[in-house]
């Protein structure tokens, strides 16, 4: 009787908080959530603060904006909050443009809202027509759009609306997300479920989620999408399809943001019935601006194209003898005279075996440097071989001066535990951003090679590799929404740590409750660390399984590329472990400039979180810890399985904060990704053991099977091929 | 101004209908919503009647049973529904079985439940203890729970429930859905997505939709679920896959779904090494039998085996010289011991031609009957065909007498406009099931055959091949909700009618409102028929694009099997069109009894709706219109698309009845239908055209494309295969 009395409470809780038969939350509304303010006080406080909403003009982003401030603000207030084109009271919210709205420009704000350019604005605490107000101002309608985003923020976060003085504009222009999504929906590398777009259903069907994921960009800044994979399809450039982009492009206008698309490069031969997609001949270069036109035609703001090329088995400039300049400029001067851009990739693979694959993108870039037409950025990965849990940073950052070089992040989890993992990357993304590249001497980091200040480059980019499928909670895993949001508040300013990062995330995907808030953000924190320790502990890297990357593979050999292969890049042996990249081995260090070649030139200097990635390192060699490497591994790979169990006990605590089925999800999440863990600790450990021949520490857990059972294990039909 | 405070109460109305940031309505929740009764006189006499809940026992099903009564009646009701196990007040609501509730077996039900066996329910108005209850009562929990969700059906649709008197007990034993789903989660003529099994993540998190399938499933009395597609993996078939099949049918179990598997009949040699899988083979036998050993070791309850074997290049007993009796009984044998069935499909394809793909299943199985061990069902689908918008009945029908026979339906919409056509399928099913065999004399219906009163068998089945997926709406198309509700209930109901179906699931889905439910019923009554005019009217069949079968293809020709082509079915010639399938020519209806034969034999007397499907007719031949043939051809496509013109005014008409995202989403997909349905018309009288040579008549709209512009077209990425 009491247990089920208890149920029924329960259950009655679940209804008063939603209304309707529950399901418990899917995780679907992100973290925009409008719920209404627990704390009473900030509540009052805000009721107060917030009397009315007037918004002057009526641009489609202006209504976006109008709707996004009255359902979010009456949501979070639980008062209706009525809209005017008027001012009629004091604790107004009043939004909108100096052009457009004429309350805003007897504020007289020109000076302020100068250094803020096309997508910035300010939120303010102002007298208005002799009311105190509060106003958010921007050059244009989508500023106005970042704006409000940005007020609702503070409120669902709970912070003081009373005397606000935020100036926010972008610290980089193109703020991309490329979606590795086939035409048949599956999507490459993808862990949360399939594509978004429902290509067959196009262009008559909008489906509800085009918007809200073109709603949760602009929340974030996100101001461009890549529709397709870099493996790309041509079909995607005809006339049938094009249609269909037109659709979505039409969706997202409203939100800031811009579609691009992925150009095969040989799309002349298979679509033009061309015999060579040759990019200096003239043939070639007429159908690729005749197809830009007519993609203009059906998108008029289409944002350009992204291409790989020469690279794993695509079509490039170098079929015909030609260079990456040669082929992005072809593409560039097709784009150029409707403002389009070109993102030439620089994730390049050369056909004959390279002495160090970490060396090839920038053998191959760094001599065109100054040879690419003003509108194309040449992006490169974070790192020099392919979304590694750690990498050093690439050596290209810094070393193409008169070239816009884009960063690529990776937000999908390719190989950081794909979709079961929890692994906050805002700390990834911060290592890299923050990386020193001497290039310019002592504070040329990364994010200034990519902000455009470090060589005055006005055009700038960012572009996350998607992590966004049809599950219905968008990323798979919960906490995948964190990378989604964190990707997109480093790409409008990296200088954010991830700890803010993570709180505000927090706070509004979940709840205020510090509760809560405290230890979960503390999880987060540590756990791309944790994975680090599991999977690739001290400059490891490339040991993952065959093709869908899924599980540990260190024994991966005598495949027809080495550079495919694990061993090529542990190079385990009786002496030790690691590959020599200094002047003794590949010399692929000589790629970054001297400082930074100091620092990792001398094994005693390396960072120990480096260490394996340039050294070849004895098994018995003292580590900072007193250990020997082998027992050092040993102990990298078990802290990062106790780390994940921490995590286990750390969100066992917060049962009953958050509803349950949000909780449930993360929790069956995190068993999996124990058992994942110790899958990676214990067969890179007994692998490594034949070349080691020492045991295991004492102290530490016992691997659960043999190596041969970890071997011959072949996990068949794994998401995201 | 005005416009903008017309949004904002739009805006705020959505608000207080759902209490949060609204977006929309989704369709996820089925026609399992427990909103409010709106009517007020009706929401009083319910809350008047329904004081407590008492249910005594506490199963899992019983829990569930619980779960659903307190959550669905108190979202009714609008007020809290206190359980209790003990009866404490007038008008409670009594659920349980006399084994396991003093309460019940207070009421000496013993003879009327007698008759309703495992899975019947009674639910009476009744005086328990000296008060007035109602009383939901069972021999079993799981008929608790099919009682209860019937008593709130009452109440969705709102129905008197102040003197009930119901006994109801399914028709058929096996109640089955199947899906063709494969383990990377392709679905093979699947339109609403990916498949639900997330196998990868199996079987640590069991995802809140499996819960909910199973629930929706109970809610209208599906008993079993075949997991995996017929076109087999036997990987499913390893431990690695029993875990997670295991997991599904513990979470399955509570709602009273049963789970099966699909049998690759070629396992023994794929999975066990064995040189053959000749089911005559002990080495084969036995290892099916140590492998259905495993299978119960992980899932108890485990229903057994549906198998294609020699069919399609499915492998099967005929590869070993043995037929399918053979095959089936081996399989049989290895679950006989645990109470589990064979479901042995009849859709088979010899290797050589057949002078008739319509004869093929009868041929093969009509000489093994009598042959079959006692726990095989033979699975046949309602045509001889493939599914097609109209097909006469199975001959196989009637003519099996010793042999169970199931009935395999499509829910899908393979060949019935894929995954954008509103067509309500309760009708062609119905249509089915009433057809007349005469097997044994007038009225030996076929829903007689499967229902086993024919030939008094007890083991009775019917399957349908799910259109479920993971749209968030379920089905894709919101009315592909209908058909997997219609299915369900008429598996459990033959008798019912499709209005009587349509009525219940437009209320419970949408609204009680008759300015909504009478037009929207009205075109759901039509929908069928009007698809079966502007694909295949008048008995054409088999006319659809090559493999994806989407969009009209009826010149393919020439293909490897002459008999998937469309030239082989319609056989179009400048005399006529149609399959002569009397003596004159294939014969095909000699497989009917002799009182079908007579109504199909003779032009004059056959049914137009039939009329090519067993005839050639000459173009100019007089109809019933009095038009000729050709004519009569055009009016009907016409006819089709005119039809489908109508369904979008109704639809129009009720806007602002129903949620806006529901109503946006149908309207989008009868766009999508009535293009769909002009392209049929246009390509098929254009093809036909071509052998009639005779105008299209003057009063209907002329085709807005060439027949070189139809036969041109080649959809890509076309879903479902």
Same mark, same amino acid.
């Given at each position: 009787?009491?247990?089920?009395?208890?149920?029924?409470?329960?259950?009655?809780?679940?209804?008063?908080?939603?209304?309707?038969?529950?399901?418990?939350?899917?995780?679907?509304?992100?973290?925009?959530?409008?719920? $209404?303010?627990?704390?009473?006080?900030?509540?009052?406080?805000?009721?107060?603060?917030?009397?009315?909403?007037?918004?002057?003009?009526?641009?489609?982003?202006?209504? !976006?904006?109008?709707?996004?401030?009255?359902?979010?603000?009456?949501?979070?207030?639980?008062?209706?909050?009525?809209? /005017?084109?008027?001012?009629?009271?004091?604790?107004?919210?009043?939004?909108?443009?100096?052009?457009? %709205?004429?309350?805003?420009?007897?504020?007289?704000?020109?000076?302020?809202?100068?250094?803020?350019?096309?997508?910035?604005?300010?939120?303010?605490?102002?007298?208005?027509?002799?009311?105190?107000?509060?106003?958010?101002?921007?050059?244009?309608?989508?500023?106005?759009?970042? @704006?409000?985003?940005?007020?609702?923020?503070?409120?669902?976060?709970?912070?003081?609306? %009373?005397?606000?003085?935020?100036?926010?504009?972008?610290?980089?222009? +193109?703020?991309?997300?490329?979606?590795?999504?086939?035409?048949?929906? =599956?999507?490459?590398?993808?862990?949360? @479920?399939?594509?978004?777009?429902?290509?067959?259903?196009?262009?008559?069907?909008?489906?509800?989620?085009?918007?809200?994921?073109?709603?949760?960009?602009?929340?974030?800044?996100?101001?461009?999408?890549?529709?397709?994979? !870099?493996?790309?399809?041509?079909?995607?450039?005809? $006339?049938?399809?094009?249609?269909?982009?037109?659709?979505?492009?039409?969706?997202?206008?409203?939100?800031?943001?811009?579609?691009?698309?992925?150009?095969?490069?040989?799309?002349?031969?298979?679509?033009?019935?061309?015999?060579?997609?040759?990019?200096?001949?003239?043939?070639?270069?007429?159908?690729?601006?005749?197809?830009?036109?007519?993609?203009?035609?059906?998108?008029?703001?289409?944002?350009?194209?992204?291409?790989?090329?020469?690279?794993?088995?695509?079509?490039?400039?170098?079929?015909?003898?030609?260079?990456?300049?040669?082929?992005?400029?072809?593409?560039?001067?097709?784009?150029?005279?409707?403002?389009?851009?070109?993102?030439?990739?620089?994730?390049?693979?050369?056909?004959?075996?390279?002495?160090?694959?970490?060396?090839?993108?920038?053998?191959?870039?760094?001599?065109?440097?100054?040879?690419?037409?003003?509108?194309?950025?040449?992006?490169?990965?974070?790192?020099?071989?392919?979304?590694?849990?750690?990498?050093?940073?690439?050596?290209?950052?810094?070393?193409?001066?008169?070239?816009?070089?884009?960063?690529?992040?990776?937000?999908?989890?390719?190989?950081?535990?794909?979709?079961?993992?929890?692994?906050?990357?805002?700390?990834?993304?911060?290592?890299?951003?923050?990386?020193?590249?001497?290039?310019?001497?002592?504070?040329?980091?990364?994010?200034?090679?990519?902000?455009?200040?470090?060589?005055?480059?006005?055009?700038? @980019?960012?572009?996350? #590799?998607?992590?966004?499928?049809?599950?219905?909670?968008?990323?798979?895993?919960?906490?995948?929404?964190?990378?989604?949001?964190?990707?997109?508040?480093?790409?409008?300013?990296?200088?954010?740590? /991830?700890?803010?990062?993570?709180?505000?995330?927090?706070?509004?995907?979940?709840?205020?409750?510090?509760?809560? #808030?405290?230890?979960?953000?503390?999880?987060?924190?540590?756990?791309?660390?944790?994975?680090?320790?599991?999977? =690739?502990?001290?400059?490891? +890297?490339?040991?993952?399984?065959? /093709?869908?990357?899924?599980?540990?593979?260190?024994?991966?050999?005598?495949?027809?590329?080495?550079?495919?292969?694990?061993?090529?890049? +542990?190079?385990?042996?009786?002496?030790?472990?690691?590959?020599?990249?200094?002047?003794?081995?590949?010399?692929?260090?000589?790629?970054?400039?001297?400082?930074?070649?100091?620092?990792?030139?001398?094994?005693?200097?390396?960072?120990?979180?480096?260490?394996?990635?340039?050294?070849?390192?004895?098994?018995?060699?003292?580590?900072?810890?007193?250990?020997?490497?082998?027992?050092?591994?040993? +102990?990298?790979?078990? @802290?990062? !399985?106790?780390?994940?169990?921490?995590?286990?006990? =750390?969100?066992?605590?917060?049962?009953?904060?958050?509803?349950?089925?949000?909780?449930?999800?993360?929790?069956?999440?995190?068993?999996?990704?124990?058992?994942?863990?110790?899958?990676?600790?214990?067969?890179?450990?007994?692998?490594?053991?034949?070349? /080691?021949?020492?045991?295991?520490?004492?102290?530490?857990?016992?691997?659960?099977?043999?190596?041969?059972?970890?071997?011959?294990?072949?996990?068949?039909?794994?998401?995201?091929?």
């Amino acid at each position: 009787m009491e247990r089920k009395s208890l149920n029924l409470l329960l259950i009655l809780l679940l209804l008063i908080l939603t209304n309707n038969y529950s399901y418990g939350d899917d995780g679907y509304r992100l973290w925009q959530r409008y719920d $209404k303010v627990q704390d009473a006080e900030k509540l009052k406080n805000y009721q107060q603060s917030v009397s009315e909403l007037v918004i002057e003009g009526n641009s489609p982003t202006l209504s !976006v904006a109008q709707k996004e401030l009255t359902v979010g603000l009456t949501g979070l207030l639980g008062k209706a909050v009525p809209v /005017s084109q008027r001012l009629t009271q004091q604790s107004a919210v009043v939004a909108g443009t100096p052009a457009n %709205s004429a309350l805003i420009a007897s504020l007289n704000l020109a000076e302020r809202l100068n250094s803020l350019g096309d997508e910035g604005y300010l939120i303010l605490t102002a007298n208005t027509n002799g009311k105190k107000s509060t106003v958010i101002a921007a050059n244009t309608d989508i500023g106005v759009l970042y @704006g409000s985003f940005h007020f609702l923020r503070l409120l669902q976060t709970q912070q003081s609306i %009373s005397n606000l003085s935020i100036a926010s504009a972008p610290k980089i222009k +193109h703020r991309v997300l490329n979606h590795w999504d086939n035409l048949d929906r =599956t999507v490459e590398r993808g862990y949360a @479920g399939f594509s978004l777009w429902d290509w067959h259903k196009l262009p008559d069907y909008i489906d509800q989620r085009y918007i809200d994921y073109a709603r949760a960009n602009a929340s974030i800044g996100i101001n461009g999408t890549v529709l397709t994979n !870099v493996n790309a399809n041509a079909l995607v450039l005809t $006339k049938e399809y094009l249609v269909k982009v037109a659709a979505l492009a039409d969706a997202f206008r409203p939100y800031g943001l811009r579609v691009y698309l992925t150009a095969r490069f040989s799309a002349p031969i298979e679509l033009g019935g061309l015999k060579t997609a040759d990019p200096l001949d003239p043939q070639v270069q007429a159908w690729w601006k005749d197809k830009t036109e007519e993609i203009y035609s059906y998108v008029p703001d289409f944002g350009g194209f992204l291409v790989k090329a020469n690279s794993e088995g695509q079509p490039g400039p170098q079929n015909y003898g030609r260079n990456h300049a040669d082929g992005a400029n072809m593409l560039a001067d097709a784009v150029a005279p409707r403002g389009g851009i070109v993102m030439w990739r620089a994730f390049v693979y050369d056909d004959k075996e390279p002495d160090d694959r970490a060396k090839q993108a920038y053998n191959e870039f760094k001599p065109l440097d100054g040879t690419f037409r003003k509108n194309v950025l040449v992006q490169v990965k974070n790192g020099a071989i392919d979304f590694q849990p750690r990498e050093p940073f690439h050596p290209l950052f810094g070393a193409m001066p008169q070239t816009p070089i884009m960063m690529e992040f990776q937000i999908t989890q390719e190989y950081l535990g794909q979709g079961t993992h929890l692994a906050y990357l805002s700390p990834l993304f911060k290592e890299v951003l923050t990386s020193d590249t001497y290039a310019k001497g002592k504070g040329s980091t990364v994010a200034k090679v990519i902000d455009g200040t470090l060589d005055n480059h006005t055009l700038t @980019g960012i572009a996350g #590799v998607s992590n966004i499928g049809n599950d219905r909670n968008w990323t798979g895993h919960q906490f995948g929404q964190a990378n989604w949001y964190s990707f997109g508040r480093l790409a409008w300013d990296h200088t954010l740590s /991830s700890e803010a990062i993570a709180d505000e995330w927090l706070k509004m995907t979940f709840t205020n409750n510090n509760q809560f #808030v405290a230890p979960v953000k503390n999880m987060m924190l540590g756990s791309h660390e944790a994975l680090v320790n599991y999977m =690739t502990p001290l400059g490891l +890297h490339h040991i993952m399984g065959w /093709s869908h990357h899924y599980g540990p593979g260190p024994w991966i050999k005598d495949k027809h590329r080495a550079d495919w292969t694990s061993v090529y890049y +542990h190079r385990a042996d009786e002496e030790g472990i690691g590959f020599d990249r200094t002047a003794t081995g590949s010399n692929a260090i000589a790629q970054y400039f001297p400082p930074v070649q100091k620092q990792f030139r001398v094994i005693k200097k390396c960072p120990e979180k480096y260490l394996l990635w340039f050294h070849h390192v004895k098994w018995n060699r003292k580590m900072d810890s007193g250990r020997i490497l082998w027992d050092e591994l040993c +102990h990298r790979y078990s @802290g990062g !399985v106790d780390s994940v169990r921490q995590m286990q006990q =750390t969100w066992n605590t917060v049962q009953g904060l958050i509803d349950q089925e949000r909780f449930d999800q993360v929790q069956s999440f995190l068993k999996i990704q124990e058992k994942e863990a110790k899958w990676w600790r214990d067969a890179c450990l007994l692998y490594f053991q034949t070349f /080691s021949k020492r045991p295991i520490p004492q102290d530490l857990e016992k691997p659960a099977e043999s190596l041969d059972y970890y071997m011959q294990l072949d996990p068949q039909f794994v998401p995201g091929i």
